[in-house]
T-cell receptor
Framework: SQTIHQWPATLVQPVGSPLSLECTVEGTSNPNLYWYRQAAGRGLQLLFYSIGIDQISSEVPQNLSASRPQDRQFILSSKKLLLSDSGFYLC????????????FGPGTRLTVT | AQSVAQPEDQVNVAEGNPLTVKCTYSVSGNPYLFWYVQYPNRGLQFLLKYITGDNLVKGSYGFEAEFNKSQTSFHLKKPSALVSDSALYFCAVREEEYGNKLVFGAGTILRVKS
């Protein structure tokens, strides 16, 4: 079966520290992958998407970066966190055979202090 | 650019009563519309989608949605609400630019009271 994992589930980091959030998908190959951020428990904003290894597109300029070192691995990073980076980060994937459906991971709650 | 609007910040309904969560859309071309549900501190769960075909779309957990082209609406419905349906609901439209990303509405909190 196809599953998506995110870790860590929760993270508390001080301002100025680095960040690495990981997302992996199992049971599929060559999926489209996405990072979204949900602020204040409501609206979702697309941060990055990837259609393949080392193919990353950014939706909006920000303090974050993304990488896809392997087909089913998508990493969200920052060199120096800002308070405004706090939020709920969701990874999502689209299977190649069901391009009209997007599935989300369990999310990572990031609090920057 | 595609967009969706959810005009209600919160919807309250009694258990056993029908529920409707509203969504209107603005798209160029054919709309690809979705509903997702989110429980506290959880990821989004896919409920249903409209791509083409019948205007009434049936989805998970007894939910359905009605696509209305003339009113540019895609309201989520359920004939009989359960307390366990209480959650945050998102309407979304697919944006073919930017890798088929989803553009989400602001979300509607559904509270079902027993």
């Amino acid at each position: 079966s196809q599953t998506i994992h995110q870790w860590p589930a929760t993270l508390v980091q001080p301002v100025g520290s680095p960040l690495s959030l990981e997302c992996t998908v199992e049971g599929t190959s060559n999926p489209n992958l996405y990072w979204y951020r949900q602020a204040a428990g409501r609206g979702l904003q697309l941060l990055f998407y990837s259609i393949g290894i080392d193919q990353i597109s950014s939706e909006v300029p920000q303090n974050l970066s993304a990488s896809r070192p392997q087909d089913r691995q998508f990493i969200l990073s920052s060199k120096k966190l800002l308070l405004s980076d706090s939020g709920f980060y969701l990874c999502a994937w689209v299977p190649r055979d069901r391009v009209h459906e997007q599935y989300f991971g369990p999310g990572t709650r990031l609090t920057v202090t | 650019a595609q967009s969706v609007a959810q005009p209600e910040d919160q919807v309250n309904v009694a258990e056993g009563n029908p529920l409707t969560v509203k969504c209107t859309y603005s798209v160029s071309g054919n709309p690809y519309l979705f509903w997702y549900v989110q429980y506290p501190n959880r990821g989004l769960q896919f409920l249903l989608k409209y791509i083409t075909g019948d205007n009434l779309v049936k989805g998970s957990y007894g939910f359905e949605a009605e696509f209305n082209k003339s009113q540019t609406s895609f309201h989520l419905k359920k004939p009989s609400a359960l307390v366990s349906d209480s959650a945050l609901y998102f309407c979304a439209v697919r944006e073919e630019e930017y890798g088929n990303k989803l553009v989400f509405g602001a979300g509607t909190i559904l509270r079902v009271k027993s």
